[in-house]
């Protein structure tokens, strides 16, 4: 009996949630509605309205999703692209955290994390200049640790053919980088727009997580 493409591209996904777990052991996937940390996250990223409703986030070595399970036999296959590019974009976080240790998270937070030296202002008034860092400063780190993901994200989608129109989703991509939903953390999207325009050419060996990824998603590829 033939397998549906459907059938396929959830096969896949689950492949590689199984790839994942095998070299991240730890990883796991949670429900973003019981977690008491993303929904006192929610609070602070106010600026992110729908981060508990569309976006995953990666706290090393959990994976949480606005809602479990993920759904499977009902999607249709570009939901179940969807969550494969989503999975494989994390997993590159997971990756990145796994090799930086908590340099990862320190250069994720830069420069707003800063705003924390503030509170040796008791001691000398001129550390309260640190609260400045709490306004949406860019973050050249955060958005290279990002555009990692992003890269990832898009080879996905054009391996699957999903892309149905290549310029719409680098400016789908660039505007994530300039708006509110990663706090203005990069507002060049030009750059950034060219830079993935140049990589989409050079997906192969030098990049080892795309490497990774594709032959996962490439089994039963027919």
């Known amino acids: ?3 549906k493409p ?12 199984l790839y ?5 052991p730890e990883f796991e996937l949670k429900d973003k509605r019981e977690s008491r940390l993303m929904i006192f996250l929610s609070k602070i990223l106010f600026f992110n309205k729908d981060f508990m409703t569309k976006y995953v986030t990666t706290i090393y070595p959990k994976v949480y999703v606005p809602e479990l399970p993920w759904k499977l036999s009902n999607w249709d296959e570009g939901s179940s692209i969807s969550a494969m590019a989503t999975l494989a974009h994390e997993y590159v976080h997971l990756k990145d955290r796994k090799r930086m240790g908590l340099l990862f998270n ?3 937070l830069f420069p707003q994390n800063l705003v924390f030296f503030s509170l040796l202002g008791v001691f000398n008034p001129w550390w309260y200049l640190c609260l400045l860092c709490a306004l949406p400063i860019p973050s050249p780190t955060r958005a290279w640790l990002e555009y990692r993901g992003y890269r990832m994200t898009m080879f996905v989608y054009e391996h699957f053919g ?12 660039a505007e994530h980088f300039s708006n509110s939903t990663y706090y203005w953390m990069f507002p060049a999207k030009s750059y950034i727009k060219n830079k993935l325009k140049r990589d989409i050419l050079l997906y192969g060996s030098q990049q080892k997580d795309i490497s990774e990824v594709r032959e996962i998603i490439s089994i039963l590829q027919k």
């Open 1 to 3: 009996m033939s397998i």
């Open 6 to 17: 459907i059938q396929k591209l959830n096969e896949k996904r689950l492949r590689l949630e």
């Open 20 to 24: 994942i777990r095998s070299q991240i």
């Open 106 to 108: 320190f250069l994720y």
């Open 162 to 173: 999903a892309m149905r129109n290549i310029d719409d989703f680098i400016d789908w991509i």
